[in-house]
């Protein structure tokens, strides 16, 4: 079983709808991701929260708003998005630290798949 | 900028045979992070393997072995005697200075036929 939780595990949604997807991890990381992927291509970094605050946002557009509420949640609100939105989203955690020594070695979640009608 | 490129899009093999997955990169970081990762076909993407750039030993687990070729921007991938859950889509990522942004080359679908 994944240690990184994503819920729901499939979305649908119109575009005109909020909705949000929802990540947990118990393992102690202190560093958590959105990735967006599409059929038959490589996640696509969206956001990276280091110790609870934003430190990389990939100029996603505003309809995509991460949120952080503590060092195992993180959320990924919806709103008005554009059925190239379309995709599997998926979330990942790492170990987090001042050095590189334990860079990216990312635990994912099993994924939300979102289609946006 | 960073680059991560995986020649080969799709590669098919028999059961039992070896199997090698080709993985170059570009950075302008004179330290920086190479990653393989697994993803099989029920979607969640399982880490296999981190080399630092100051380190180019090559590694060996079980079946699994990878070599880092910091001359030509390398780090390969070989199964041995693979097998039918061998079968996924492989990615080889980057991560550079800012080492929380890692980098996904476009992956290769392996296929194992029995």
């Known amino acids: 079983d994944t240690e990184v939780t994503q819920t729901p595990k499939h979305l649908v949604m119109g575009m005109t709808n909020k909705k949000s997807l929802k990540c947990e991890q118990h393992?102690?990381?202190?560093?958590m991701y959105w990735y967006k992927q599409k059929a038959k291509k490589p996640p696509e970094l969206m956001f990276v929260y280091s110790y609870e605050k934003l430190s990389i946002n990939e100029s996603v557009p505003s309809r995509f708003s991460p949120e952080c509420p503590n060092s195992s949640l993180l959320n990924l609100h919806l709103h008005a998005l554009q059925p190239e939105d379309s995709a599997l989203y998926l979330c990942?955690?790492?170990?987090?630290?001042?050095?590189?020594?334990?860079?990216?070695?990312?635990?994912f979640g099993e994924g939300s798949r979102l289609t946006v009608l | 900028a960073q680059k991560v490129t995986q020649a080969q899009t799709e590669i098919s093999v028999v059961e039992k045979e070896d199997v090698t997955l080709d993985c170059v990169y570009e950075t302008r970081d004179t330290t920086y992070y190479l990653f393989w990762y697994k993803q099989p076909p029920s979607g969640e993407l399982v880490f296999l393997i981190r080399r630092n750039s100051f380190d180019e030993q090559n590694e060996i687990s079980g079946r699994y072995s990878w070599n880092f070729q910091k001359s030509t921007s390398s780090f390969n991938f070989t199964i041995t005697a693979s097998q039918v859950v061998d079968s996924a889509v492989y990615f080889c990522?980057?991560?550079?200075?800012?080492?929380?942004?890692?980098?996904f080359g476009p992956g290769t679908s392996l296929s194992v036929i029995p």
């Open positions: 393992m102690g990381h202190r560093a």
């Open positions: 990522a980057l991560s550079g200075t800012s080492y929380d942004k890692v980098i």
């Open positions: 990942a955690s790492s170990r987090a630290g001042t050095s590189g020594t334990i860079a990216g070695e990312l635990f």
